[in-house]
């Protein structure tokens, strides 16, 4: 792919800003190979470690090359706030910008994004020049491919991914395991564990599944 240079990368902040699903990934990696950037993750469940495929974290052969912070660097079970991303978020931008790169910041957690811009204190719009981009896809389109999404990420194990971790007493509103796929799929698991037949698996299991979706439909309104 050719590489375009700008005009003047220093104090640029990209933000790729859009609905789960509508492509924010795919487009931040475009545009860091376009301009030899870097990307910082703002989705709150892709900055912890494990559980790739429940998280749908981009993979190493999607990167293609392109650098990415905060992906996949938190410990699980460790309440990362949105202070913590503006913390860790600002010293990123600062640490691309020092080696004249722009910092391409994409993910669906718009309260990470809000804080880092307008939180209380906040001077970095007053530091960098910010480009907003916004990813727009027609609902029914989006999802079309929400639902496609979650059946790929079941083929590519994501049932398996989450049984391996599953827990009797986990807390679903922490940590990563506030991830969609792990409290869908809990009764399932415990469904396994008891002994249920076949029929009551395979039951439970599509509708975990389908729970999936609609709670992943639930972040694209």
């Known amino acids: 792919m050719e590489s375009f240079t700008l005009p003047s990368p220093m104090n640029k902040v990209v933000f790729i800003l859009g609905a789960t699903g509508s492509g924010k990934s795919k487009l931040a990696i475009y545009l860091a190979k376009c301009f030899c950037g870097e990307v910082i993750n703002s989705d709150k469940m892709q900055v912890y470690t494990d559980l790739d495929t429940i998280t749908n974290k981009v993979t190493e052969d999607e990167c293609d090359g392109v650098t990415h912070h905060l992906l996949g660097s938190i410990h699980p079970d460790m309440e990362f706030t949105v202070a913590d991303f503006r913390r860790q978020a600002t010293s990123a931008v600062e640490s691309i ?10 993910g ?16 970095f719009r007053s530091q960098y020049d ?10 029914t389109t989006l999802h079309q491919f929400v639902a496609a ?3 790929k990420m079941v083929e590519r194990g994501a049932v398996q991914e989450a049984r391996l971790v599953f827990r009797a007493d986990h807390n679903y509103s922490q940590g990563i395991w506030r991830s969609i796929g792990m409290a869908e799929m809990d009764s399932y698991f415990r469904a396994e564990n008891s002994g249920a037949n076949e029929e009551m698996k395979a039951r439970m299991l599509e509708a975990a ?3 999936m979706k609609a709670n992943t439909y639930n972040l694209t309104i």
Do not use: T
């Open 97 to 106: 910008l020092r080696h004249d790169k722009p910092p391409i910041i994409a």
């Open 108 to 123: 669906g957690s718009n309260s990470y994004i809000k804080e880092l811009v307008d939180g209380v204190g906040s001077k």
């Open 130 to 139: 910010c480009c907003f981009m916004w990813v727009d896809v027609e609902l």
């Open 149 to 151: 999404r979650v059946d």
């Open 209 to 211: 599944i389908n729970e």
